[in-house]
C-alpha cells in the first residue's frame, strides 16, 4: 500500500509569489491534515479537510489556505510568499473522520523563499 | 491549549547503551504518538499509544493516561537510531487531525 505522497519535494520561490503544494493521502483515508516546520517554531498544525470541508485550522495568516477534492487529494496554497515561509511543509492522513486513529506523515514539501 | 514538554532536549549516546525519553502533556488526550524525524525529513510512524505499553523490536513506550506523561524506551541504541524523536498529542473534542508536537528530543549515537 502506497504512502503519503507530496508533491514537489523541493522548491524555490521568491518573495511575493505563491506556491500550490498537493498531498495523495493513503489509498481509503479520507482526513487529510497539513503541517508546516519551521527550526525555530517547531511542528505547527496548519488545517485538517475530511470530505472536501476544512473542519480545523491552526493560527496562520488568511495566505495560506487549501482545499481538498472528492477522491481526498488535497492542496494547499501560499500566496504572496515571505522569507518567513521557508520550511517543511508536511501532510498526514488518517482512516477515520472522528479524533482517534493513527496519523502517517509524507516525506513533505520542502520550500525556500528567496 | 495543550502542552507537550520533552526531555532531554539532547542525548549523546554509545553504541549499545539504553535510553529513556520522555514527553508530558498537560491535558487529557485521545491519541499519542511517538515519531522519530529521518534526515530527509520524514516522520516515522513509532508508535500509537494513547494508554498502556507497546513493544517493537528494541523500541517501547508506556502512556500513563492518568498521570499525564509517555515514555519511548531505546535498548541496546544503534547510529541509526540518530536523530529527533517526537511526541505528539491530539486533546479531542474538535481538534480534528491536530496533533500537537513537542520540540523533540536530539538524539544522537556515537559508534
Known amino acids: 500500500k502506497a504512502g503519503v505522497t507530496q508533491t514537489p519535494r523541493y522548491l524555490i520561490k521568491t518573495r511575493g509569489q505563491q506556491v500550490t503544494l498537493s498531498c495523495s493521502p493513503i489509498?481509503?483515508?479520507?482526513?487529510v491534515s497539513w503541517y508546516q516546520q519551521t527550526p525555530g517554531q517547531g511542528l505547527q498544525f496548519l488545517f485538517e479537510y475530511f470530505s472536501e470541508t476544512q473542519r480545523n485550522k491552526g493560527n496562520f495568516p488568511g495566505r495560506f489556505s487549501g482545499r481538498q477534492f472528492s477522491n481526498s487529494r488535497s492542496e494547499m496554497n501560499v500566496s504572496t510568499l515571505e522569507l518567513g515561509d521557508s520550511a517543511l511543509y508536511l501532510c498526514?492522513?488518517?482512516?477515520?473522520?472522528?479524533?482517534?486513529?493513527?496519523?502517517?506523515f509524507g516525506e513533505g514539501s520542502r520550500l525556500t523563499v528567496l | 491549549g495543550i502542552q507537550v514538554e520533552q526531555s532531554p532536549p539532547d542525548l549523546i549516546l554509545q553504541e549499545g547503551a539504553n535510553s529513556t525519553l520522555r514527553c508530558n502533556f498537560s491535558?487529557?488526550?485521545?491519541?499519542l504518538q511517538w515519531f522519530h524525524q529521518n534526515p530527509w525529513g520524514q516522520l516515522i510512524n513509532l508508535f500509537y499509544?494513547?494508554?498502556g505499553t507497546k513493544q517493537n523490536g528494541r523500541l517501547s513506550a508506556t502512556t500513563v493516561a492518568t498521570e499525564r506523561y509517555s515514555l519511548l524506551y531505546i535498548s541496546s541504541s544503534q547510529t541509526t537510531d540518530s536523530g529527533v524523536y517526537f511526541c505528539?498529542?491530539?486533546?479531542?473534542?474538535?481538534?480534528?487531525?491536530?496533533?500537537?508536537f513537542g520540540q523533540g528530543t536530539i538524539l544522537t549515537v556515537h559508534p
Open positions: 505528539a498529542v491530539d486533546a479531542g473534542g474538535t481538534s480534528y487531525g491536530k496533533l500537537t
Open positions: 489509498s481509503g483515508h479520507r482526513s
Open positions: 498526514a492522513s488518517r482512516t477515520s473522520g472522528g479524533n482517534t486513529g493513527e496519523l502517517f
Open positions: 491535558d487529557s488526550v485521545n491519541n
Open positions: 499509544i494513547p494508554s
